[in-house]
């Protein structure tokens, strides 16, 4: 097995040869969506060039298009480790998915019933959640978040749990710190308070393997742009439950979730992206000759993760130096498996927004605000300060950007701190 080579991957992504003058440009705004491979810009215009037909039609073109539709839910379903390609949904994206879901648990939630949400979260995984909640006539019930390493406090979980408890909805990572939640356990604790578990899997879905089974939620939602993708959004439910629930729909539909014409150019792009996270399995994988696409999947997602933990203490190490700055989350490298390459920093004499514009006039892009996990960054004190700079490794970074990026910070927090 080859040692993992982010420069023998980076060719494959278009962007990546950017410049602004004569510099490259370094991509730290994965977390916002990740830069794609030329094979599914290359998947997207195939589409066009000779599948490009509406569901169900007797002839060539509308008959490729189903075929693709097919592969590529059999391919997500891959992906996220799912039973069948029959329990996979896709949508405009998870936002509008996990509304489409809300609406319909609303309708079997009862008044007294409870719905438990994470304040660590994205607002996609709140907002809906909490919306069901009041359209039902339910309480909400809210996780609290240890200030000082962005983590969730498990006894405020166990607090919130009761025998009224229908739904707990958490993030498998957080968008905003990077924080990987101990979704295993939450899981558990729902499952024994009798209920269900949403996972968010927005953010993690570039930074591991997924594995709904082993997870043992009952829905997981996803978004194939910020996995190399395009803009598609992707839920995943138990059969068992998504035929159960009240579904809004037109009556002549198949589907029961995937309600009008789907994005199928889009998710042909999804199906080239899981093709490729599977490529990358298999050359830079643990796998054994002739392993299937599941399979292929986790090695690729391991070799993944190996590599951004190691860009991830390679920054752990070289922050401290910098004066000024403070890193909001996990910052002990000793726990750096709780937690992705995504990084929330402020540094003392400059707004999040005027250390986004410094940093993007030195070629590296990194996002600024609160990123949608609005409730944690107000919980965080900053709201009113303009929220955080968030810098985000993705498996193409390389060691020579992260080195790129802490001169620069340095550079940026010691001209502040001299008056300049």
């Known amino acids: 097995m080859p040692a993992f080579d982010p420069t023998a991957l980076r060719p494959e992504f278009p ?23 030329r094979r599914v810009i290359d998947a997207v215009a195939d589409y066009y060039r000779a599948s490009n037909a509406n569901h169900g039609g007797a002839f060539a073109t509308s008959v490729r298009s189903d075929a693709m539709l097919d592969e590529a839910h059999a391919a997500v379903a891959d992906l996220v480790g799912a039973a069948s390609p029959a329990e996979v949904t896709f949508g405009q994206n998870m936002t509008s998915l996990t509304f489409a879901l809300s609406r319909s648990i609303a309708r079997v ?27 039902a006539g339910a309480t909400v019930r809210e996780v609290a978040v240890d200030r000082a ?38 899981v558990r604790r729902a499952h024994a308070a009798g209920a269900w578990a949403f996972v968010d899997a927005v ?34 439910g138990r059969a068992a439950i998504l035929d159960a629930l009240p579904a809004y729909k037109v009556r002549p539909a198949e589907d029961r979730w995937e309600t009008g014409t789907q994005n199928h150019e889009g998710i042909a792009g999804t199906l080239a992206a899981v093709e490729y996270l599977a490529g990358v399995g298999e050359r830079f994988g643990d796998v054994r000759e002739g392993a ?29 130096s910098i004066p000024g700055l403070v890193l909001h989350g996990l910052a002990d490298p000793a726990r750096v498996a709780e937690r992705t390459p995504t990084f929330a920093i402020t540094i003392g004499g400059w707004s999040p927004r005027a250390l986004a514009e410094a940093l993007a006039g030195e070629g590296i892009y990194a996002w600024d605000g609160d990123f949608y996990a609005t409730t944690l960054v107000e919980d965080l004190g900053l709201a009113g300060s303009g929220g955080v700079v968030r810098v985000g490794f993705a498996h193409y970074t390389t060691a020579a950007e992260v080195d790129r990026l802490l001169v620069t910070l340095g550079s940026l927090a010691a001209a502040r701190s001299s008056g300049r």
Not at 17 to 32: K, S, T, W
Request: aromatic share 6%; hydrophobic share 45%.
């Open 149 to 186: 390493t962005c983590t969730l406090d498990l006894e405020s979980l166990d607090a919130a749990l009761s025998a009224r408890t229908r739904l707990v909805a958490v993030g498998l990572a957080s968008n905003a710190t990077g924080t990987v939640n101990p979704v295993v356990e939450i």
């Open 203 to 236: 953010h993690y879905a570039p930074h591991g393997p997924l594995d709904v089974a082993a997870l043992d939620a009952d829905f997981l939602a996803c978004s194939a742009y910020k996995f190399f993708g395009p803009h598609v959004g992707i839920l995943w």
């Open 292 to 320: 299937g696409r599941r399979e292929l999947l986790v090695a690729g997602m391991r070799a993944i993760e190996g590599h951004e933990r190691t860009l991830s203490l390679r920054l752990l190490a070289g922050l401290p």
């Open 109 to 135: 939630l009862r008044p007294g019933d409870e719905v438990v949400v994470s304040r660590l979260d994205h607002e996609a995984n709140r907002a809906p959640w909490i919306a069901a909640a009041a359209d």
């Open 15 to 37: 962007a990546l040869a950017l410049a602004e003058g004569d510099r490259p440009v370094v991509f730290l705004d994965g977390p916002g969506g990740t830069q794609v491979p």
